[in-house]
């Protein structure tokens, strides 16, 4: 079956340390998302990637990385220059950008510092 | 800029209940609409969706109409079940989905 995998499900993070969230498609999509969620509130945008090679900032993308090295792959690294990490990471994929194409979800990685 | 409005829960339901859940929009241009739904642990799930205005999206005997001249895209489902209690979120984009904006989620809890 087609999907989207984040790994891992659960990341604990020192203080000071990077660490990076993994986000895997066989969908064939073009577009990659990576959000954050926090209790009682929408998902914000972190990082987006509509091509291989290719990603632009989200509307909070300080203290966050990603790479596009390979259309099925688009993995976020949070820095240490993040200094409140714990979050819901919720990764998407969409066929393009077009508006009337949905997004496609993971089943997320909850981050905690330890 | 594009911004989505959802009603504030909790809600809590009987089980077979009519369901409501309010969102209202801005947005420049036109905009296709979207209702995601979330469950415990996992990510959200791609629900139903309208494109233009007075179009209907439904799925699992959930529905929500495009309307805009109230710029709103409420959903509605006649008889909720224990198995709907999740999380659900409106959503929007315009030209492109770089620029989708979600609602802030409404936690919908359905009681036998």
């Known amino acids: 079956d087609g999907g989207i995998t984040q790994s891992p499900k659960y990341l604990f993070r020192k203080e000071g340390q990077n660490v990076t969230l993994s986000c895997e498609q066989n969908?064939?999509?073009?577009?990659m998302y990576w959000y954050r969620q926090d209790p009682g509130q929408g998902l914000r945008l972190i990082y987006y990637s509509q091509i291989v090679n290719d990603f632009q900032k989200g509307d909070i993308a300080e203290g966050y990385s990603v790479s596009r090295e390979k259309k099925e792959s688009f993995p976020l690294t949070v820095t240490s220059a993040q200094k409140n990490p714990t979050a819901f990471y919720l990764c998407?994929?969409?066929?393009?950008?077009?508006?009337?194409?949905?997004?496609?979800f993971g089943d997320g990685t909850r981050l905690s510092i330890l | 800029g594009n911004s989505v409005t959802q009603m504030e829960g909790p809600v809590t339901l009987s089980e077979e209940a009519f369901l409501t859940i309010n969102c209202t929009y801005t947005?420049?241009?036109?905009?296709?609409l979207f209702w995601y739904v979330q469950y415990p642990g996992e990510g959200l799930q791609l629900l139903l969706k309208?494109?233009?205005?007075?179009d209907k999206g439904s799925n699992k005997g959930f529905e929500a109409t495009y309307r805009k001249e109230t710029t709103s895209f409420h959903l509605e489902k006649g008889s909720v079940q224990v198995s709907d209690s999740a999380v659900y979120f409106c959503?929007?984009?315009?030209?492109?989905?770089?620029?989708?904006?979600f609602g802030a989620g409404t936690r919908l809890t359905v009681k036998p």
């Open positions: 969908l064939n999509h073009d577009a």
């Open positions: 309208a494109t233009k205005a007075d």
């Open positions: 959503a929007l984009t315009t030209y492109n989905n770089n620029d989708m904006r």
């Open positions: 947005a420049t241009g036109y905009p296709s």
């Open positions: 998407a994929s969409s066929r393009g950008t077009g508006e009337n194409q949905p997004q496609h």
